[in-house]
């Protein structure tokens, strides 16, 4: 079964960093096309960040100068450094992989995520 592995969420303060990490399911080829996504309280899943294969970047509008999504090739892994952040990042972050063209719309089934929360 196709399970992708997200961890490091916590409870942070406004303005604090917070790094995420999604180890992908070994069930799929190593590296592929990654995204991040976020269900916020009361709201629906959305698309954050993704990372291709070779490792070029797309960045919501919200999160371009504070989010960063990077990769570990050797460790099948790929991250999602969150800075700056804001009460409204608050959420439940999801990885998954995405079909290319289609905006971001995600493959696999979900995973249990890791919970972001900012607050003072």
Same mark, same amino acid.
């Given at each position: 079964?196709? +399970?992708?592995?997200?961890?490091?969420?916590?409870?942070? +303060?406004?303005?604090?960093?917070?790094? #995420?990490?999604?180890?992908?399911?070994?069930?799929?080829?190593?590296?592929?096309?990654?995204?991040?996504?976020?269900?916020?309280?009361?709201?629906?899943?959305?698309?954050?960040?993704?990372?291709?294969?070779?490792?070029?970047?797309? #960045?919501?509008?919200?999160?371009?100068?504070?989010?960063?999504?990077?990769?570990?090739?050797?460790?099948?892994?790929?991250?999602? +450094?969150?800075?700056?952040?804001?009460?409204?990042?608050?959420?439940?972050?999801?990885?998954?992989?995405?079909?290319?063209?289609?905006?971001?719309?995600?493959?696999?089934?979900?995973?249990?995520?890791?919970?972001?929360?900012?607050?003072?």
């Amino acid at each position: 079964q196709v +399970q992708h592995a997200e961890s490091g969420g916590g409870l942070v +303060q406004p303005g604090d960093s917070l790094r #995420l990490s999604c180890v992908i399911s070994e069930a799929v080829d190593r590296n592929p096309a990654m995204a991040w996504y976020r269900q916020s309280p009361g709201k629906e899943r959305e698309w954050v960040a993704a990372i291709t294969r070779p490792g070029t970047t797309d #960045l919501e509008a919200s999160v371009k100068g504070r989010f960063t999504c990077s990769r570990d090739y050797a460790k099948n892994t790929v991250y999602l +450094q969150m800075d700056s952040l804001k009460p409204e990042d608050t959420g439940v972050y999801y990885c998954n992989r995405y079909y290319a063209g289609i905006g971001y719309q995600p493959v696999d089934p979900w995973g249990r995520g890791t919970q972001v929360t900012v607050s003072s």
